[in-house]
């Protein structure tokens, strides 16, 4: 077999190739229906809308349409997993339909974001988005279920897969990272509306060709298709039936749906939350999100740890319940519960439940490839049959029913209600404004309903998954899902069960999980840095951001300077306008020495924010 992944950077590079299609997916999910319909994100003018107040598509028909589109994203997998898993070219099997339907996913991505049909043309702009949407959908399904196909294959171990798997829940991390953090910053800094910015992003689709240079197959390398192992082919309904029969496969997809209907609820409804529902700007959001994404490596590293010791059942498990734990705190921190004017409080809430979430949320990521390569790869070796890319299809099409549920059907009716404390029922409306002249009452007093029901509804299904985990084996080792296969096919021979191998070296070094975590939050970080250091600049004419800004961010140690000058440029204002410094030069030098790089130095950080609050405020 050849050896695709023959080093760390290599395995990096291939965890990477999938970045730009998910970063751009991801960004669609989060914004675009509110893009197209601003009901949720409250009465004032946002980037976040294509236009502020605008509603582009017809809200009663869009979200059957759209969800239609989802299931047929799903669907479409099925077909298209057995392209790719039975294909067999001079270029091997995964490769071709990856270049093939690269350039129709940018176009079709971009073409989605364009109402052609402008403010009056709504039922135009629904059947446009609705055709282009389901372009979209194919080309990207068709993309990411070859690459996600040749992992069975490229890597060679369980611990290799377990290594890769981690290293893209990182880059998928970062997706999030930079979807929920920083997109809210640039929009705001730039005065750019997301629909631009979606445009702007196009460029990133293209690391999706790292993977034909890296999969190690076709004519060249006599693999899988010439001299290589030769492996019994099979109809789709064959593969089909072996995958939904595949008891242990369905134990894991019973507990993924349920995974997927509250991660798809909270993701297409985190941005409303955060900025319709606590009313938060998007430096508040990037410091939620620093608590929620930059812990992800340190929590994959203990997620390992813990799986090694008690299994993956008992590790995913915990899982589920720190999420359920922390989607709470998006109500209990909500401006309905706290009210306008406490946003410590709301920040503290925010910043313990994205801890906690964290927690789960490389998991998230990990499992839904760890757990179908797993099961693919010892099946192949046990019966040689090669079918990896329809227990991916099979993952997809389930969540995608399911998402096109939470995200489409529920959510995006249930963000069309809207409730008051200063009158009794509830009233549908297409934004803050309607509903407010419904209710009789000012905009201030109407909070959007939807936000306030995701939590519990996402709380609800993180427990069922729960519940339902009891079925699934303790663990996915080869040797455990060998003896599950056994149980299913008695022929089947697993007493000589090829032992992987990992040349590359066992498990995770925790160092490069530390590493991973520091950028994590390093982008974060880098972003509050900017927006601090501008506001200082804002209050104190005389001081240099950029070069401070740079300093602290990329030297160790220069964090002491940058801090002491932005301390004591920022004491010189306060003099002025008589307001009481917080901290001192001290604790800004001990905390820049403890944590040398300044963008995770958040003693630092909170220390000069909450000057320039009193400032700003003064």
Same mark, same amino acid.
């Given at each position: 077999?050849?050896?695709?992944?023959? &080093?760390?950077?290599?395995?990096? %590079?291939?965890?990477?190739?999938?970045?730009?299609?998910?970063?751009?997916?991801?960004?669609?999910?989060?914004?675009?229906?509110?893009?197209?319909?601003?009901?949720?994100?409250?009465?004032?003018?946002?980037?976040?809308?294509?236009?502020?107040?605008?509603?582009?598509?017809?809200?009663? =028909?869009?979200?059957? %349409?759209?969800?239609?589109?989802?299931?047929?994203?799903?669907?479409?997998?099925?077909?298209?997993?057995?392209?790719?898993?039975?294909?067999?070219?001079?270029?091997?099997?995964?490769?071709?339909?990856?270049?093939?339907?690269?350039?129709?996913?940018?176009?079709?991505?971009?073409?989605?974001?364009?109402?052609?049909?402008?403010?009056?043309?709504?039922?135009?702009?629904?059947?446009?988005?609705?055709?282009?949407?389901?372009? *979209?959908?194919?080309?990207?399904?068709?993309?990411?279920?070859?690459?996600?196909?040749?992992?069975?294959?490229?890597?060679?171990?369980?611990?290799?897969?377990? /290594?890769?798997?981690?290293?893209?829940?990182?880059?998928?991390?970062?997706? @999030?990272?930079?979807? @929920?953090?920083?997109?809210?910053?640039?929009?705001?800094?730039? !005065?750019?509306?997301?629909?631009?910015?979606?445009?702007?992003?196009?460029?990133?689709?293209?690391?999706?060709?790292?993977?034909?240079?890296?999969?190690?197959?076709?004519?060249?390398?006599?693999?899988?298709?010439?001299?290589?192992?030769?492996?019994? !082919?099979?109809?789709?309904?064959?593969?089909?039936?072996?995958?939904?029969?595949?008891?242990?496969?369905? &134990?894991?997809?019973?507990?993924?749906?349920?995974?997927?209907?509250?991660?798809?609820?909270?993701?297409?409804?985190?941005?409303?939350?955060?900025?319709?529902?606590?009313?938060?700007?998007?430096?508040?959001?990037?410091?939620?999100?620093?608590?929620?994404?930059?812990?992800?490596?340190?929590?994959?590293?203990?997620?390992? !740890?813990?799986?090694?010791?008690?299994?993956?059942?008992?590790?995913?498990?915990?899982? %589920?319940?720190?999420?359920?734990?922390?989607?709470?705190?998006?109500?209990?921190?909500?401006?309905?519960?706290?009210?306008?004017?406490?946003?410590?409080?709301?920040?503290?809430?925010?910043?313990?439940?994205?801890?906690?979430?964290?927690?789960?949320?490389?998991?998230?990521?990990?499992?839904?490839?760890?757990?179908?390569?797993?099961?693919?790869?010892?099946?192949?070796?046990?019966?040689? /049959?090669?079918?990896?890319?329809?227990?991916?299809?099979?993952?997809?099409?389930?969540?995608?029913?399911?998402?096109?549920?939470?995200?489409?059907?529920?959510?995006?009716?249930?963000?069309?209600?809207?409730?008051?404390?200063?009158?009794?029922?509830?009233?549908?409306?297409?934004?803050?404004?309607?509903?407010?002249?419904?209710?009789?009452?000012?905009?201030?007093?109407?909070?959007?309903?939807?936000?306030?029901?995701?939590?519990?509804?996402?709380?609800?299904?993180?427990?069922?998954?729960?519940?339902?985990?009891? /079925?699934?084996?303790?663990?996915?080792?080869?040797?455990?899902?060998?003896?599950?296969?056994?149980?299913?096919?008695?022929?089947?021979?697993?007493?000589?069960?090829?032992?992987?191998?990992?040349?590359?070296?066992?498990?995770?070094?925790?160092?490069?999980?530390?590493?991973?975590?520091?950028?994590?939050?390093?982008?974060?970080?880098?972003?509050?840095?900017?927006? %601090?250091?501008?506001?200082? /600049?804002?209050?104190?004419?005389?001081?240099?951001?950029?070069?401070?800004?740079?300093?602290?961010?990329?030297?160790? *140690?220069?964090?002491?300077?940058?801090? =002491?000058?932005?301390?004591?440029?920022? !004491?010189?204002?306060?003099?002025?306008?008589?307001?009481?410094?917080?901290?001192?030069?001290?604790?800004?030098?001990?905390?820049?020495?403890?944590?040398?790089?300044?963008?995770?130095?958040?003693?630092?950080?909170?220390?000069?924010?909450?000057?320039?609050?009193?400032?700003?405020?003064?």
């Amino acid at each position: 077999m050849v050896k695709s992944l023959d &080093s760390r950077g290599k395995e990096l %590079l291939f965890s990477l190739s999938g970045f730009g299609p998910n970063f751009l997916m991801v960004l669609m999910g989060a914004y675009y229906t509110d893009a197209i319909n601003p009901a949720a994100l409250g009465s004032g003018n946002t980037f976040q809308a294509i236009m502020s107040g605008t509603c582009f598509i017809l809200p009663a =028909i869009f979200p059957i %349409l759209y969800a239609i589109g989802k299931v047929f994203d799903g669907i479409i997998d099925i077909p298209f997993a057995h392209i790719t898993d039975t294909l067999s070219t001079k270029w091997g099997r995964r490769r071709p339909p990856i270049a093939i339907c690269l350039i129709p996913m940018i176009v079709s991505y971009a073409l989605c974001w364009i109402p052609v049909g402008g403010p009056q043309g709504q039922l135009l702009n629904t059947i446009w988005v609705f055709f282009w949407s389901l372009v *979209f959908f194919a080309t990207y399904t068709m993309c990411l279920i070859s690459f996600y196909g040749s992992l069975s294959t490229t890597c060679n171990s369980e611990s290799q897969r377990l /290594r890769v798997s981690g290293y893209k829940s990182f880059f998928d991390t970062i997706s @999030y990272c930079l979807v @929920y953090a920083l997109v809210p910053l640039l929009l705001d800094a730039m !005065k750019m509306h997301i629909d631009k910015f979606a445009l702007m992003g196009l460029p990133l689709m293209l690391t999706m060709i790292i993977p034909l240079f890296l999969i190690k197959e076709g004519e060249k390398y006599g693999y899988p298709e010439n001299e290589g192992m030769k492996e019994e !082919k099979i109809t789709i309904w064959q593969s089909l039936k072996l995958t939904f029969s595949n008891k242990l496969f369905m &134990s894991w997809t019973f507990v993924n749906c349920c995974t997927y209907f509250g991660l798809q609820m909270f993701l297409v409804g985190m941005n409303a939350m955060i900025v319709g529902g606590m009313g938060m700007n998007g430096l508040q959001m990037a410091i939620l999100n620093t608590c929620a994404f930059a812990p992800v490596p340190i929590m994959l590293y203990l997620f390992n !740890k813990l799986k090694a010791k008690k299994g993956v059942r008992f590790t995913y498990q915990t899982c %589920l319940l720190a999420f359920a734990v922390a989607i709470l705190s998006f109500f209990f921190g909500s401006l309905y519960v706290i009210g306008p004017n406490n946003k410590g409080l709301q920040m503290l809430i925010g910043c313990i439940g994205g801890v906690s979430g964290s927690w789960a949320i490389g998991s998230f990521f990990m499992m839904p490839y760890l757990v179908p390569s797993q099961i693919s790869s010892v099946e192949e070796k046990l019966t040689g /049959r090669n079918h990896s890319a329809m227990y991916f299809a099979a993952n997809a099409v389930t969540t995608s029913i399911v998402g096109a549920i939470s995200g489409s059907l529920v959510y995006e009716n249930i963000k069309m209600l809207f409730i008051s404390k200063g009158a009794s029922g509830v009233v549908y409306a297409t934004n803050a404004a309607e509903a407010a002249s419904k209710f009789g009452l000012d905009t201030s007093n109407v909070f959007n309903l939807g936000t306030l029901m995701v939590p519990f509804i996402v709380c609800i299904v993180c427990i069922l998954g729960v519940i339902l985990a009891f /079925r699934m084996p303790k663990d996915f080792s080869p040797e455990l899902v060998a003896k599950e296969l056994k149980k299913m096919d008695p022929s089947l021979d697993i007493s000589n069960i090829p032992v992987d191998v990992d040349e590359n070296g066992k498990g995770e070094f925790l160092p490069v999980m530390v590493g991973l975590s520091i950028l994590s939050g390093f982008i974060f970080g880098f972003i509050w840095t900017a927006y %601090l250091f501008k506001s200082v /600049r804002e209050q104190a004419k005389s001081f240099k951001a950029k070069l401070a800004w740079l300093l602290g961010c990329l030297i160790p *140690f220069g964090g002491i300077i940058s801090a =002491i000058k932005a301390f004591d440029a920022l !004491k010189a204002e306060a003099d002025k306008k008589g307001v009481k410094m917080t901290g001192n030069k001290a604790v800004l030098t001990i905390s820049c020495i403890i944590l040398p790089i300044l963008p995770v130095n958040l003693i630092a950080l909170c220390i000069l924010q909450k000057n320039v609050n009193k400032l700003l405020e003064a």
